[in-house]
């Protein structure tokens, strides 16, 4: 690669709600994002005491996963949703990532990928069954 090939100009963010997707998901976005740039941020948010996130813990260490802990305080809170917010945010502005990954089934996050798009940033959503 060449220092005018885009792919290295792509700084990629791949963050992942593990609250709704299965660890098995992750890999091929994972993937699909190293095609396409250079991942400088591999996040997955969810609230990690819950036991149906216990087969994450092979997943995060096998990929590189930094795992973040939202701590809902009721049934249905949202705390998850708002730590993805920050994790994009974030990867944005401190790490200068100009595309990020949402690897999630959760609907919820429109507004974050209009505000996104509206900088500027490329933004791929990605559900079980593909990437957009």
Do not use: C
């Amino acid at each position: 690669m060449t220092a005018h090939d885009p792919k290295l100009q792509r700084r990629i963010a791949v963050i992942v709600d593990a609250e709704n997707m299965p660890a098995e998901r992750v890999r091929h976005a994972l993937q699909s994002a190293a095609a396409k740039g250079q991942i400088v941020a591999r996040t997955a948010v969810a609230d990690w005491r819950k036991p149906a996130r216990k087969n994450w813990d092979a997943t995060a260490t096998d990929l590189g996963l930094k795992l973040v802990h939202s701590f809902p305080k009721n049934s249905g809170d949202s705390r998850s949703d708002l730590a993805i917010f920050a994790e994009a945010l974030d990867a944005v502005h401190w790490l200068a990532a100009n595309v990020i990954y949402l690897v999630s089934e959760d609907s919820d996050f429109d507004i974050l990928i209009r505000m996104l798009r509206a900088r500027d940033v490329e933004v791929h959503r990605v559900t079980k069954d593909k990437i957009a």
